[in-house]
C-alpha cells in the first residue's frame, strides 16, 4: 500500500493501455497524482457481480427428505406419534425464555412448548 507523496491520500491501483500492453498505475483519488507501480506483483481486486437469481439456492426433492433437527419423545396432540423434531426460537424479549417448537415426525403438525 502506497500514499500520495502530495496530499497523504492512499493510492489506488488503475490500469493503463500503452500501445498493445497494460501497464499497472497508482493515482491519487485526491488530486490526481500519478506513478507507475513497480515491477513486484500487486493485488487488484476483482468485483464479482451477480444477479439475484444467482444468490437463491434451490433445494430439491432428496435435500427436503434430509432431516438434521434432533428429535424428541413427545405426543403428538394431532396424530399421536411420540417422536418429534425440536428446535428453539427466542420469539419474546432476550430476558424471557425461549419457545421450544416441535414437528411430529409422522404428520409434520408443528406445535409449541413455553418454558
Known amino acids: 500500500m502506497e500514499f500520495c507523496p502530495k496530499c497523504g491520500t492512499r493510492l489506488t491501483p488503475t490500469r493503463k493501455k500503452e500501445g498493445k500492453k497494460v501497464a499497472l498505475q497508482l ?3 485526491k488530486c490526481g497524482y500519478k506513478k507507475r507501480a513497480v515491477s513486484a506483483p500487486v493485488v487488484v ?3 464479482i457481480e451477480r444477479t439475484p437469481q444467482e444468490s437463491i439456492a434451490v433445494i430439491g426433492k ?3 427428505r434430509l432431516r438434521t ?3 424428541v419423545r413427545i405426543e403428538c396432540p394431532k396424530c ?3 417422536l418429534a423434531y425440536v428446535w ?7 430476558d424471557e ?6 414437528r411430529c415426525t409422522k404428520c409434520n ?3 409449541r412448548e413455553y418454558s
Do not use: A, D, H, M
Open 97 to 102: 425464555s425461549s419457545t421450544q417448537f416441535f
Open 45 to 47: 481486486p476483482k468485483v
Open 27 to 29: 493515482v491519487c483519488s
Open 88 to 94: 428453539q426460537v427466542q420469539t419474546r424479549g432476550s
Open 109 to 111: 403438525y408443528t406445535f
Open 69 to 71: 433437527l434432533p428429535t
Open 62 to 64: 432428496e435435500e427436503q
Open 80 to 82: 399421536g406419534n411420540n
